[in-house]
Nanobody, 124 residues
């Protein structure tokens, strides 16, 4: 199994960015998917998750209102759109896949597979 993120880079505050994660060698439609992020010197934190069917999405309080998660099971892809970027959004963003249907989406233990991450740097 491999998860490959893309879409990061250096962006300006106030801009929008869409991160993508493609899954390989897994039955993508059977996995809950999530995005986490890790800022320099901080713990990896939950951002958002989406259930395997795409019917439900879950957001961290810090992500509500500016972040939108979506998925396309036909393309084995999950996306994270971030609007009105702020310098505090600077982090490495990781995609994660969970076979487990436990509902503690913010818990890293739920997830079986992780991508290598994509860097987002927001300048003010």
């Amino acid at each position: 199994v491999e998860l490959v993120e893309s879409g990061g880079g250096l962006v300006q505050a106030g801009d929008s960015v869409t991160l993508s994660c493609v899954g390989y060698r897994l039955i993508f439609s059977q996995y809950d998917m999530a995005w986490f992020r890790q800022a320099p010197g901080k713990e990896r934190e939950f951002v958002s998750a989406i259930t395997s069917t795409g019917k439900s999405s879950i957001y961290a309080d810090s992500a509500k209102g500016r972040f939108i998660i979506s998925r396309d099971n036909a393309e084995n892809t999950v996306n994270l759109q971030i609007n009105n970027l702020k310098p505090d959004d600077t982090a490495v963003y990781y995609c994660a896949a969970a076979w487990s249907k436990r509902r503690d989406y913010e818990n890293k233990e739920k997830y079986t597979y992780w991508g290598q991450g994509t860097q987002v740097a927001v300048s003010s």
